[in-house]
T-cell receptor, first 113, second 110 residues
Framework: DSGVTQTPKHLITATGQRVTLRCSPRSGDLSVYWYQQSLDQGLQFLIQYYNGEERAKGNILERFSAQQFPDLHSELNLSSLELGDSALYFC????????????FGQGTRLTVV | EDQVTQSPEALRLQEGESSSLNCSYTVSGLRGLFWYRQDPGKGPEFLFTLYSAGEEKEKERLKATLTKKESFLHITAPKPEDSATYLC???????????FGAGTTVTVRA
C-alpha cells in the first residue's frame, strides 16, 4: 500500500458527461501529480500541484481541470467526456515539489460509453 | 523535450534465467532516473531512484545502474512473481514532472 488513496476505483459514464476523480496523498506529502494511462499512450503527465498551487502542466486538455485543497487532497475534473478519454487515471504524491520518489495510487479506471 | 525509450518491449524468461532491461534517455540535465514496477490494473510501485552516472542500487533480485545516457535494470535468477511491466522515468533538473518510457513487460515462466 503506497498510502495514496484514489476514489472511485471504477467509473462508467456516458459521452458528454462530467466526472470528478479524487486523490488523497500520503500523509505529509505536499505535492500531487495526475497521470493518464491509456493502452496506446503509456503514462502521460497531466498536471502537478504543490501545497495548493499549480506547479507544472503537461498534456492536459482544456476540458480537464484540477485543484488541490487546503487539506492537500486533490480532484481532477473531466468534462464533455469523449470515448477517447477512457483510460486509467493515476494520482501520485511526493514529499515536496522538487523531490524524488513519487508514490502512486491504485488509479481510477474511467470508461466512457 | 525529454525522451525515454525502453527496450525490449517484452521479455519472456525461464525461472532462474537472468536478463537486463534497457532505458535510454535524453533530458536537459538529469535530476533523477526512476524505476517502477506495474502489475496489470494497478498503480506503479516505486523501486529505485538513481541520481548520477555510476550509481547502482539493489533490491532483492533487482539491480539498477545508471550511465550518462542509459540505465539498466538487471533481474538476477527471476521468479514468476517478478512478472510485471517495468517502467523507467526521468525527471529533468528544471522540471517537476516524471517522463515515462513505454515499459518492458517481463514474463517469468516456472
Amino acid at each position: 500500500d503506497s498510502g495514496v488513496t484514489q476514489t472511485p476505483k471504477h467509473l462508467i459514464t456516458a459521452t458528454g458527461q462530467r466526472v470528478t476523480l479524487r486523490c488523497s496523498p500520503r500523509s505529509g506529502d505536499l505535492s500531487v501529480y495526475w497521470y493518464q494511462q491509456s493502452l496506446d499512450q503509456g503514462l502521460q503527465f497531466l498536471i502537478q500541484y504543490y501545497n495548493g498551487e499549480e506547479r507544472a502542466k503537461g498534456n492536459i486538455l482544456e476540458r480537464f481541470s484540477a485543484q488541490q485543497f487546503p487539506d492537500l487532497h486533490s480532484e481532477l475534473n473531466l468534462s464533455s467526456l469523449e470515448l477517447g478519454d477512457s483510460a486509467l487515471y493515476f494520482c501520485a504524491s511526493s514529499a515536496w515539489g522538487m523531490n524524488t520518489e513519487a508514490f502512486f495510487g491504485q488509479g481510477t479506471r474511467l470508461t466512457v460509453v | 523535450e525529454d525522451q525515454v525509450t525502453q527496450s525490449p518491449e517484452a521479455l519472456r524468461l525461464q525461472e532462474g534465467e537472468s536478463s537486463s532491461l534497457n532505458c535510454s534517455y535524453t533530458v536537459s540535465g538529469l535530476r533523477g532516473l526512476f524505476w517502477y514496477r506495474q502489475d496489470p490494473g494497478k498503480g506503479p510501485e516505486f523501486l529505485f531512484t538513481l541520481y548520477s552516472a555510476g550509481e547502482e542500487k539493489e533490491k532483492e533480485r533487482l539491480k539498477a545502474t545508471l550511465t550518462k545516457k542509459e540505465s539498466f535494470l538487471h533481474i538476477t535468477a527471476p521468479k514468476p512473481e517478478d512478472s510485471a511491466t517495468y517502467l523507467c522515468a526521468v525527471q529533468a533538473s528544471n522540471d517537476y514532472k516524471l517522463s515515462f518510457g513505454a515499459g518492458t513487460t517481463v514474463t517469468v515462466r516456472a
